[in-house]
């Protein structure tokens, strides 16, 4: 079956304290893996899109990489402006374009 | 680049009533829009997918005759709750996917349409 997963569920940074988010999938046949930003309240602002393993993408303190079975969200130096859930979607379909969503990451960095 | 914007942002109606949301791909063509609601502290569930000048494909569970699509243009996708009851209350989200302006195969979001039924 079709599913993604992201870990930790919800994470608490000091500003400054780098770390990472997990999104494990399984899907036969990868079709492309997105990383989105959402605040409360509003719509899933894109970041990121990872193709192949070894792939990496890189924007300001965000580095998303990319494996056979995991993609990492790395974020160094966190500003608490950074707080927000951060969501994991895979493309399994290339003729819908539908994407599965993971539950999300809320990270939380305080000052 | 590829904006999409929704409107309302928020609406309030009693229960029995009709609601339409309205969704536009601003500066992109959208061959395909997507619409998605969320509850509190879940993930997106996808409701329908849409292509434009086509009749919407649903998801599985998701009401046809409740949860009207239409997708009239490449810009435009609107999506209708008749009868709309408590239950119906949510926040709602469209997506754009399209060749021009943003990439073909990334769905960009709406700021969304939060729905409250009394």
């Known amino acids: 079956e079709d599913q993604v997963t992201q870990s930790p569920e919800a994470l608490r940074l000091q500003e400054g304290e780098s770390s990472s988010l997990n999104c494990s999938y399984t899907v036969s046949g990868l079709r492309g893996l997105f990383w989105y930003r959402q605040d409360p309240g509003k719509g899933p602002e894109f970041l990121f899109t990872?193709?192949?393993a070894g792939e990496e993408k890189e924007k300001e303190r965000l580095k998303a990489t990319l494996t056979k079975k995991e993609s990492f969200l790395h974020i160094t130096a966190p500003k608490p402006e950074d707080s927000a859930t951060y969501l994991c979607?895979?493309?399994?379909?290339?003729?819908?374009?539908?994407?599965?969503f993971g539950q999300g990451t809320t990270l939380q960095v305080k000052p | 680049g590829a904006v999409v914007s929704q409107h309302p942002s928020w609406v309030i109606c009693k229960s029995g009533t009709s609601v339409k949301i309205e969704c536009r791909s601003l500066d992109f063509q959208a061959t395909t829009m997507f619409w998605y609601r969320q509850f509190p502290k879940q993930s997106l569930m996808l409701m329908a997918t849409s292509n434009e000048g086509s009749k919407a494909t649903y998801e599985q569970g998701v009401e046809k005759d409740k949860f009207l699509i239409n997708h009239a243009s490449l810009t435009l996708s609107t999506l209708t709750v008749t009868s709309a009851h408590p239950e119906d209350s949510s926040f709602y989200i469209c997506?754009?996917?399209?060749?021009?302006?943003?990439?073909?195969?990334?769905?960009?979001f709406g700021p969304g349409t939060r729905l409250t039924v009394l």
């Open positions: 990872l193709y192949s």
């Open positions: 979607a895979v493309r399994y379909s290339s003729n819908t374009g539908k994407l599965i």
């Open positions: 997506s754009g996917a399209g060749t021009s302006g943003g990439r073909g195969d990334t769905q960009y």
